[in-house]
C-alpha cells in the first residue's frame, strides 16, 4: 500500500514538474516582453526549482571521461567486467596508467543511492590506480526469480569480486559498507586467501556506533527490530521487474536524510532560486547537479536492511565479537597482513568520530605499523569522498597508503 501510493504520488509529480517546466521556459523566453520586467523572472526561477525538485529520476551515469595526470589528458575507460543479479562489478582505466598499477576496488554503500554518489571518489583515484566498484543494483529491478540478498551475500559478493581482480588488491569502503568489508577480510585472513586485500581503507563506517552515537544511531536503536519491519518495509509494485519484492524503498531512506538537514536542504533551493533570478546559470546548475545525484535512490532488499539495522546499530555484533557469517563467528584477529587505514570526518554527523577507528582496536594481531587513523578536518560526511578536501587532504594520504603496502601479501604462518 505504502509503495503503491508513492507511485501516485510520483506520477502527479511528474505531471506538475513537466508543466511547471514548460511554463519556466515561457517566462524566460527572451522573444516574449515578460522576461524582462515585472514578476516574469521571478515567477520562471520559482517553476524552474520546483519543476527540478519534482521531476522524476533514474540511475545516473558515472561520465567520467577523461582524466589528468602528470601534465597529460588520458580517456578513461568504463567497462563491466562481473555480472552479478545484484551487483555489477565496473572496472575504470586509462591508457597512462603503468603495467604495475595498483588495483582498487571501492565498495559502494548500499543505502539508498546509485554508486554514483561515488563519481568523486571514483574520478581521483583513477588517476594513479587501475580502479573497480560495487555498482549495486536497485532492488525493485532485480525479478523474484533471482532470490534474496542479505549481509552473507553481500560478503560473498565482495570475496568473489576480490578472487575476480586477483591477488594483491586493495579495498576501500565508503560508510556503510565498513563492516561487511571488514568482515570479508577478515575471512579471508582466516582462511589465508591469494586474494584477501592488501589494504582495507574505511572511511566514515558504523564499525562500533556506541563510539559517539549520532541522530542516525538513535532512530535506529529507537524502535525495536519489528516497528521497522511493520513500517517500512515494503513490496514492490507490478509494474516493477521486481514485482511481489520486500524492500526498503529509496524514497523513504530520502526523506529521512532530508528530514535530517531540512533547513540545509531548504536554503540550498532558495539559493538556486536566487542564482536563477540574477541570472548566473553557473551557481544554479551546480547545486541541481548535486541534488540530481542526491535525489536519485534505489531501493534495499528488505533482509539485507533489516540485517544491518539488527546487527550493526542495535545489537553491534561485530565489535562485540558475535558477527555471524554462514553460521561462523568472524574473528577480526584473523586480519594479520590486511594493513587498516581508518578516516574520520570531524563534522561527520552521520558516522561519528571513533565508530570507524573502532577497526584498528578489534584487529588485535595485525601490528601497529599496518594500522593508520586520520581525522579530517573540518570535513563533513559526504567531504570523506568528494570535493576539494578529498581530492586535496584525503586521497594523497590513501594513496600513500597503498604504495606503502602495494607489496604481495606476506604468507601468515600459524
Not at 3 to 18: K, P
Not at 183 to 197: D, L, V, Y
Not at 310 to 324: A, D, I, R, T, Y
Amino acid at each position: 500500500m505504502l509503495y503503491n501510493a508513492y507511485e501516485l504520488q510520483r506520477t502527479m509529480l511528474s505531471g506538475a514538474a513537466a508543466w511547471a517546466s514548460v511554463g519556466a521556459e515561457l517566462l524566460a523566453n527572451p522573444a516574449l516582453p515578460m522576461g524582462y520586467f515585472g514578476f516574469g523572472p521571478v515567477m520562471a526561477s520559482a517553476l524552474d526549482v520546483f519543476a527540478h525538485a519534482a521531476a522524476p529520476r533514474g540511475k545516473p551515469a558515472f561520465d567520467i571521461e577523461d582524466v589528468t595526470t602528470g601534465g597529460q589528458t588520458w580517456p578513461v575507460t568504463e567497462s563491466i567486467v562481473l555480472h552479478r543479479p545484484f551487483g555489477n562489478l565496473l572496472r575504470f582505466d586509462h591508457p597512462g596508467l603503468p603495467k604495475d598499477a595498483p588495483k582498487l576496488l571501492i565498495v559502494a554503500p548500499m543505502s539508498g543511492h546509485f554508486a554514483t554518489l561515488l563519481r568523486g571518489t571514483v574520478a581521483r583515484m583513477v588517476e594513479s590506480c587501475e580502479v573497480y566498484i560495487t555498482d549495486w543494483a536497485d532492488a525493485k529491478m532485480v525479478p523474484a526469480a533471482a532470490g534474496h540478498f542479505d549481509l552473507d551475500d553481500y560478503i560473498d559478493y565482495l570475496i568473489g569480486f576480490l578472487e575476480h581482480i586477483g591477488p594483491g588488491t586493495h579495498m576501500l569502503a565508503v560508510c556503510q559498507p565498513s563492516v561487511p568489508a571488514f568482515a570479508a577480510a577478515a575471512i579471508m585472513g582466516k582462511q589465508e586467501h591469494p586474494c584477501r586485500p592488501a589494504t582495507l581503507t574505511m572511511m566514515g563506517g558504523p564499525v562500533d556506533t556506541r563510539e559517539a552515537p549520532t541522530s542516525v544511531n538513535d532512530v535506529a536503536m529507537d524502535q525495536p527490530l519489528s516497528w521497522f519491519e511493520n513500517n517500512v518495509i515494503a513490496t514492490v509494485p507490478l509494474a516493477y521487474p521486481g514485482a511481489g519484492r520486500r524492500v526498503y524503498p529509496g524514497f523513504l531512506q530520502l526523506a529521512g536524510f532530508m528530514a535530517m538537514n531540512l533547513g540545509s536542504h531548504m536554503m540550498s533551493h532558495y539559493g538556486m532560486f536566487k542564482h536563477l533570478v540574477e541570472g548566473d546559470g553557473e551557481g544554479a546548475a551546480s547545486t541541481k547537479a548535486f541534488y540530481d545525484e542526491y535525489r536519485s535512490v534505489c531501493d534495499m532488499t528488505a533482509d539485507y536492511y533489516l540485517q544491518t539495522i539488527e546487527h550493526v546499530f542495535q545489537k553491534h555484533s561485530l565489535p562485540k565479537g558475535e558477527f555471524v557469517h554462514r553460521g561462523e563467528r568472524i574473528d577480526p584477529s584473523a586480519i594479520r597482513d590486511t594493513a587498516l587505514l581508518a578516516v574520520e570526518g570531524e563534522r561527520d554527523d552521520i558516522s561519528g568520530i571513533g565508530q570507524t577507528r573502532a577497526a584498528l582496536t578489534l584487529a588485535t594481531h595485525l601490528s601497529e605499523s599496518r594500522k593508520k587513523y586520520l581525522l579530517a578536518e573540518n570535513v563533513g560526511h559526504y567531504g570523506i569522498f568528494n570535493g576539494s578536501k578529498w581530492r586535496t587532504r584525503i586521497a594523497p594520504v590513501l594513496e600513500d597508503w597503498i604504495h606503502q603496502h602495494s607489496r604481495k601479501p606476506l604468507k601468515v604462518v600459524a
